[in-house]
């Protein structure tokens, strides 16, 4: 499927009028990778970008054209390579933890650990009863049953998933409830007055983000509204671990504060956020909000209008839909990982081909991006119609979308990738951390181009206020 034909079907199951696609310029292949990644990339963004385009029309700005380069959309899947501070690369510490990676257990089968965090590693390394090494975390996997290791990790809040066939994925509880899903989820939850926005800027301009999000899927999705003028406030407890290197890399064009939501006066502060809020955006496990009190209609009832975004690795619903996971589980358990490897095992003329990841984070941040055009897409039939809107989109509905546009002849794949020809992406600014050199947007728009007005914040560094409420002005 090309890049137009996807942004086409994204287009339709939104519910919006056709848009004017943007123009597609390359192809797939790009990335060493069967799967068409960079044409998923692009579809998604370029939804985000023709729904910031109608807005900002609506607003009283002019038609614009709208360009993608699938060679910069394929880069911006590994944005997180491109950050340097001062000059030198910023260390992303779990990359070699011996709790995270691909293991090969007694059944033969693979499971793909992720105890990437301090608090979940320790706990893994208890139910593996292993040493913290590669060699230990080894033995200990070639002990268990792949599915009972995983069903264990489970019952323990922790993270994993065994490598199935795509096949197997379908047939499992989980794959059956998400067969049907869409890459984009968008419900009406509440009734409201349509949304009435002024002369701008930029297309989102004066729309408030709270983004409670932590590492890549959900922070892309701020960073991507960020780019199109959006007021991004990120909120997060002190106390959660996170990771530096995403949080410069998708920290762009935000503000950061601190409320932990088990306080009762930070949980009070957040719902007075909120009534000034447009979107919101939780991409914590499902539930975790809703034990605290923050509902998709629970915020429909105190902010009337008010977007919900949820993203989830395994989806919303099912009985995986409460599980913690990442990027790699994703792939692993929805078939991705399997073809991969068979790709790469059929290159090196292997026998017994191990899964493999795709070398690129795409559900990561296609599903960031395709949570900014759910998010963009409710606002746009806010500003039409009205209501409250809930957007749900999943790490494992991208990858089954990602699988369904279709596979590239092995043959055409590129034997590697160095991304090249991106200057005219690549930013620098000053922060209060350095000098930071970074992959800019990748969007080109005639009328608004897309720029991140904020450096990546010190995490905490400003207060739980939007800019212009009273209670600011008064402090100032």
Request: proline fraction near 6%.
């Amino acid at each position: 499927m090309s890049s137009r034909k996807a942004f086409e079907y994204l287009n339709r199951i939104t519910g919006l009028a056709p848009l004017s696609a943007p123009a597609f310029e390359g192809c797939d292949p790009i990335l060493v990778t069967p799967f068409r990644a960079a044409e998923a990339a692009s579809a998604s963004l370029g939804l985000s970008a023709a729904i910031a385009g109608e807005i900002w029309r609506l607003r009283g700005g002019e038609a614009q054209t709208i360009a993608i380069d699938l060679n910069a959309a394929a880069a911006s899947l590994l944005s997180f390579t491109f950050v340097r501070r001062d000059g030198q690369t910023v260390p992303r510490p779990a990359a070699d933890a011996p709790t995270v990676g691909l293991y090969r257990c007694g059944d033969g089968r693979w499971i793909h650990l992720h105890g990437g965090f301090p608090r979940q590693m320790g706990r893994t390394l208890d139910l593996l009863n292993a040493q913290n090494t590669r060699e230990g975390v080894g033995a200990a996997c070639a002990k268990w049953n792949a599915f009972a290791l995983e069903e264990s990790l489970a019952f323990m809040n922790l993270c994993g998933a065994v490598a199935r066939t795509r096949e197997e994925w379908a047939e499992s509880p989980q794959g059956r409830v998400a067969a049907n899903a869409a890459p984009i989820v968008l419900k009406k939850i509440g009734e409201a007055p349509p949304l009435r926005l002024g002369d701008a800027h930029a297309p989102l301009d004066g729309v408030r983000v709270l983004d409670l999000t932590r590492v890549l899927a959900g922070p892309t999705c701020g960073r991507t509204l960020a780019s199109y003028g959006a007021d991004v406030l990120n909120i997060r407890a002190e106390r959660l671990d996170t990771i530096e290197l995403f949080d410069l890399d998708t920290g762009q064009g935000k503000r950061s504060a601190f409320l932990d939501l088990v306080n009762p006066a930070d949980a009070e502060r957040l719902r007075q956020l909120v009534r000034g809020a447009h979107v919101f955006v939780d991409s914590y496990r499902p539930g975790a909000l809703a034990k605290l009190g923050f509902t998709p209609a629970a915020l429909a009832h105190i902010a009337r209008g008010i977007t919900y975004v949820s993203v989830s690795c395994y989806g919303h619903e099912g009985p995986w839909a409460g599980r913690r996971g990442w990027e790699q589980l994703a792939q692993s358990a929805t078939g991705l990982a399997h073809e991969q490897g068979q790709f790469s095992a059929q290159r090196r003329r292997e026998r017994d081909p191990a899964p493999e990841l795709i070398p690129a984070a795409v559900c990561d941040y296609i599903t960031g991006y395709l949570a900014a055009a759910g998010a963009a897409a409710a606002l746009l039939r806010r500003i039409r119609e009205g209501g409250s809107w809930h957007v749900q989109v999943s790490l494992s509905a991208t990858a089954t979308w990602l699988a369904s546009l279709g596979k590239i002849d092995a043959a055409q794949v590129p034997q590697s990738w160095v991304p090249e020809g991106l200057d005219r992406y690549l930013r620098s600014c000053e922060t209060a951390q350095g000098r930071l050199d970074f992959l800019g947007p990748v969007v080109r728009m005639a009328k608004t181009q897309p720029q991140w007005r904020l450096a990546p914040p010190v995490p905490g560094a400003d207060r739980a206020l939007w800019p212009d409420t009273r209670e600011e002005m008064h402090a100032a």
